[in-house]
Nanobody, 128 residues
Framework: QVQLMEAGGGLVPAGDSLRLSCTVS????????TGWFRQAPGNEREFVAS?????????YPDSGKGRFTIFRDNADKNTIHLQMDNLGPEDTAVYYC????????????????????WGQGTQVTVSS
């Protein structure tokens, strides 16, 4: 079983930055993908970023490029960070960390249904 624990959410004013962390523990697959998703009230859960265990290959949706950065902690390889810059009220949501075995699909794994393990989520609120 794989466990994920998010940290770093909070309330920030528009224009600020926030860094979320996700620590992965348990019996992880040989190669796996860690992704960040978010869900605002009334909206579907949407993909924010992902990174693979082998090679640290990252992927972002077009909407998140430039403001969000996913990266692995240098000291603790099991911790993934999501750096979020220039936040706006539209970024307000519960942010979830998720993980699943990497599958050779010829495309990144970005759908929530493709991820097997999920954290509890952390609230990010951006005030205008």
């Amino acid at each position: 079983q794989v466990q994920l624990m998010e940290a770093g959410g909070g309330l920030v004013p528009a224009g600020d930055s926030l860094r979320l962390s996700c620590t992965v523990s348990g019996r992880t697959p040989g190669n796996y993908v860690t992704g960040w998703f978010r869900q605002a009230p009334g909206n579907e859960r949407e993909f924010v970023a992902s990174i693979t265990w082998l090679g640290d290959t990252t992927h972002y949706p077009d909407s998140g490029k430039g403001r969000f950065t996913i990266f692995r902690d240098n000291a603790d390889k099991n911790t993934i960070h999501l750096q979020m810059d220039n936040l706006g009220p539209e970024d307000t949501a519960v942010y979830y960390c998720a993980a699943t075995s990497w599958v050779r699909l010829g495309r990144p794994q970005t759908a929530p249904a493709e991820y097997k393990y999920w954290g509890q989520g952390t609230q990010v609120t951006v005030s205008s």
